[in-house]
């Protein structure tokens, strides 16, 4: 058998267990239905890179998180990816909130995040003259990075090491044959290929790819949501550096600020449970947002956000239901030799890319 392994989906995760398995010294080809890479979720997010205060202790998101983003600040500056550590503020803009606080800044630091302090409102106005709030916690690990500029790199890494990515080219099914899988590919030059262990990084299409592989147990399969996110843009100058966010809160609708490497501000994304894969932003969606930024940015002007983008999540929980964790599944779960598939890379996933790419090859060397 030729290849080692193949992959399914050339988003950000398809590329990062690509790569690493390829620096490895693994023959390698990356199938993808688009004719270009990172067209999926990976290009419609926040490029926030997290520093893991979120996540539940000991979860795949919250460790994966910490180590992704480790990797990240090492990867970026040696493979020339724009980003920045703009550092991040958590803030409580009223007193009944500074318990949310003090519990996240427990739950980071048990996640091993680094440097978390807790902010009265006026150190949080040393940092940012237009915050209003009366408690805040400072990240200065949290950051914001160039999505496509990770994935081109990842892609360099690839080729250089002798691997391929098939634009154009359709997971259509996968069956065991002899030691590993074979694997039909769609598309203009249909073709059949074989490899020893076959990786399922499809993100909103992991189910569907899931349930084309003969044996795969029904059951085994996360059901799908579809968690879309609207954002929208600020006219005008940027009024923070950092990232800011809200204390958590039940049903929070997980709304943030950031000024992107180009200096312009975004408010988004909120949380809409939808049934298909929309895209158009939900315009009625903007009194929220204006609710939203006004509790830390009184000073923000009628008139002033526009539609920007809208992203969807592959959740794997609906409305009401607890968030869990991703679900990186091989042999144990499934019971198919040589198959790895992840569902439910919702956010973290782009922080957490390099981790999970690590964490595939391990469960590979594990004998999955
Ligand atoms: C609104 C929103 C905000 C987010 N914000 C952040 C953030 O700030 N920070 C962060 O860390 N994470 C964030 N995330 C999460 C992050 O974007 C994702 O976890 C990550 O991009 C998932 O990458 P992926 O490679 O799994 O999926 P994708 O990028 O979707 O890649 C999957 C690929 O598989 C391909 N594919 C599907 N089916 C087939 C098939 N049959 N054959 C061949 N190819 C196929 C698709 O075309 C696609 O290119 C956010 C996500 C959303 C939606």
């Given at each position: 058998?030729?290849l ?5 989906g050339?988003g ?28 999926g ?9 997290h520093?893991g205060l979120?996540?539940?202790?000991g979860?795949l998101?919250?460790?994966l ?9 090492d ?28 519990a ?17 409102g006026?150190?949080a ?6 915050i ?10 949290s ?28 997971f ?27 990786i399922?990084a499809?993100g909103l ?12 147990p029904?059951?085994r399969i ?21 990232l800011?966010?809200p204390?958590p ?12 490497l180009?200096?312009r ?8 449970f939808?049934?298909?894969e929309?895209y ?13 930024a ?22 794997l ?5 607890p ?7 091989g ?5 198919l ?24 090859a ?5 004998g999955a």
């Amino acid at each position: 058998m030729d290849l080692d392994a193949l992959i399914v989906g050339a988003g950000v995760v398809g590329l990062a267990c690509a790569r690493t398995l390829a620096t490895a010294g693994r023959a390698v080809v990356v199938l993808e239905q688009e004719t270009r890479i990172g067209q999926g979720v990976s290009s419609r997010n926040s490029e926030v890179i997290h520093a893991g205060l979120h996540y539940a202790p000991g979860s795949l998101k919250a460790r994966l998180c910490v180590a992704g983003r480790r990797a990240l600040y090492d990867y970026m500056p040696e493979r020339g990816v724009a980003h920045a550590r703009c550092g991040k503020l958590v803030v409580a803009t009223r007193e009944d909130e500074i318990g949310a606080l003090e519990a996240l800044l427990a739950r980071g630091t048990e996640n091993g995040v680094e440097g978390l302090r807790m902010l009265s409102g006026e150190e949080a106005q040393a940092l940012e003259p237009e915050i209003v709030c009366v408690a805040a916690i400072h990240s200065p690990e949290s950051g914001i990075l160039e999505a496509h500029g990770l994935m081109l790199a990842l892609e360099g890494e690839i080729a250089d090491a002798g691997g391929a990515i098939a634009l154009g080219a359709p997971f259509e099914s996968a069956a065991r044959e002899g030691e590993g899988w074979r694997v039909r590919v769609g598309g203009d030059a249909p073709t059949t290929l074989a490899a020893r262990t076959l990786i399922i990084a499809a993100g909103l299409d992991a189910q569907a790819c899931a349930r084309s592989i003969e044996g795969f147990p029904a059951a085994r399969i996360p059901p799908l949501h579809y968690g879309k996110g609207n954002y929208f843009v600020l006219s005008g100058a940027a009024p923070f550096q950092m990232l800011i966010y809200p204390a958590p809160a039940p049903g929070s609708l997980g709304l943030h600020y950031k000024r992107d490497l180009g200096g312009r501000a975004h408010f988004g994304p909120d949380l809409e449970f939808v049934a298909t894969e929309d895209y158009a932003v939900n315009e009625a969606r903007a009194p929220l947002f204006y609710d939203f930024a006004r509790r830390f940015w009184p000073a923000l002007k009628d008139g002033a956000l526009s539609p920007d983008y809208a992203g969807i999540r592959p959740k794997l929980h609906g409305p009401g239901e607890p968030q869990g964790d991703f679900h990186i599944l091989g042999p144990q779960t499934h019971g198919l030799e040589g198959l790895i598939a992840l569902f439910g890379i919702e956010s973290p996933g782009l922080t957490c890319s390099l981790a999970i790419g690590a964490h595939v090859a391990a469960m590979l060397e594990d004998g999955a």
